[in-house]
């Protein structure tokens, strides 16, 4: 057992998320972990959608054509949310197909809202863990941590500044020979069906995803990474091919209805 790797885990959007350090110093590694479990817990007071108070919560109270002010925090996370809209042809949507088209984004002027035709629902679910990985990473820098990886729900994870062997989780990983990973500075999130059952919903279709029986994606950027595991749920391979040979930093795993595991920008 190494003992200058320091474990924290905390209770924050609905799940459970862990801190773990490298470092000679425990209490200056509990403090950090800290720091950032009390930025997750600020960050989860204006991503949540049950919450009507939070910047997402009042969004989903405006009505077509109408916009509000919100933090930047939330224009980052959303600005990511469309950028894995288009990218996966509208596999990921925050609003399960009722209309993500109709959200605009004024980053200038620090407004959201939605356009006069429509309007939708939002949830961030879907990548506002990783979105809170990403975020964090300022803290360690504050704190000139270094060596950490930073988990989000167990199922995406982000490895920062050395190599660090991640498990994929899940049974589906260890049946097809996918047990374990080694990352620097990426993160891995992954989707399948082992746990909740067939719960990745397709918003083209309003129906559970089906095409593959588990997914993964690695990507430098932890919200995109969660993002694009769902998306891959849905999508076919050639499509994922195309995606990573325009998106070099993007790395698939998919696990087809026979059970084969397809690797994909390895």
Not at 142 to 150: F, K, P, Q, R, S
Not at 204 to 222: C, F, N, V, Y
Request: aromatic share 8%; hydrophobic share 40%.
């Amino acid at each position: 057992m190494n003992e200058t790797v320091h474990h924290f885990s905390h209770e924050s959007m609905s799940t459970s998320f862990e801190v773990i350090i490298d470092s000679e110093n425990r209490e200056y590694a509990r403090q950090t972990a800290g720091a950032i479990f009390r930025r997750i817990d600020q960050l989860e007071n204006l991503l949540s959608k049950y919450n009507p108070g939070s910047d997402i919560g009042q969004i989903n109270l405006l009505k077509a054509g109408e916009s509000i002010r919100v933090s930047s925090e939330v224009i980052d996370c959303l600005e990511t949310a469309m950028w894995a809209y288009r990218s996966t042809g509208g596999l990921f949507d925050p609003t399960l197909g009722s209309g993500f088209q109709w959200l605009e984004i004024d980053r200038e002027n620090f407004r959201v809202g939605w356009k006069a035709g429509g309007k939708a629902s939002l949830d961030l679910g879907g990548l506002g863990k990783g979105y809170a990985l990403d975020d964090v990473t300022t803290i360690l820098e504050d704190w000139e941590m270094n060596e950490v990886v930073l988990n989000g729900g167990g199922s995406t994870a982000l490895a920062l500044g050395r190599e660090w062997t991640l498990g994929v989780g899940g049974p589906w990983g260890e049946k097809v020979g996918l047990s374990e990973v080694t990352l620097k500075n990426r993160a891995l999130s992954g989707s399948g069906t082992e746990v909740k059952g067939a719960h990745i919903i397709n918003p083209k279709t309003g129906k559970p995803a089906q095409r593959h029986l588990a997914a993964w994606a690695i990507h430098p950027s932890a919200a995109k990474a969660d993002a694009l595991s769902t998306a891959f749920m849905m999508m076919e391979n050639e499509k994922i091919k195309a995606l990573c040979k325009k998106h070099p930093e993007i790395t698939a795993y998919v696990v087809e209805p026979d059970e084969t595991l397809i690797k994909i920008g390895v």
